[in-house]
């Protein structure tokens, strides 16, 4: 069964940093495009950040100079680090994978910015 599973969220100050991690099931990581989007209460779920399986990455304008998001393929996982962090980044962050025919999801890790 394939599983994505995030980890690093939390509260931090503004100006500050997190990273988040998301640990994938082995058999979908390789060729799958990854994500991070984020959802705050009533909103829809945005686009972060998206990286192929060679290492091509894009960003939201929003995040753009401030999160990087990478991938180590031998450890099937991908990350995003989140710097100089802003209250309108809170939101509940969800990994993805995305291949020609499937899309999985994590079930999120809230992030929450405040003073």
């Known amino acids: 069964q394939v599983q994505l599973v995030e980890s690093g969220g939390g509260l931090v100050q503004p100006g500050g940093s997190l990273r988040l991690s998301c640990a994938a099931s082995g058999s979908i990581f390789s060729g799958y495009v990854m994500g991070w989007y984020r959802q705050a209460p009533g909103n829809q779920r945005d686009i972060v950040a998206t990286i192929t399986s060679r290492g091509s990455a894009n960003y939201a304008d929003s995040v753009k100079g401030r999160f990087t998001i990478s991938r180590d393929n031998a450890k099937n996982s991908v990350y995003l680090q989140m710097n100089s962090l802003k209250p309108e980044d809170t939101a509940a962050y969800y990994c993805?994978?995305?291949?020609?025919?499937?899309?999985?999801w994590g079930q999120g890790t809230q992030v929450t910015v405040s003073s």
């Open positions: 993805n994978a995305r291949g020609l025919i499937s899309n999985y």
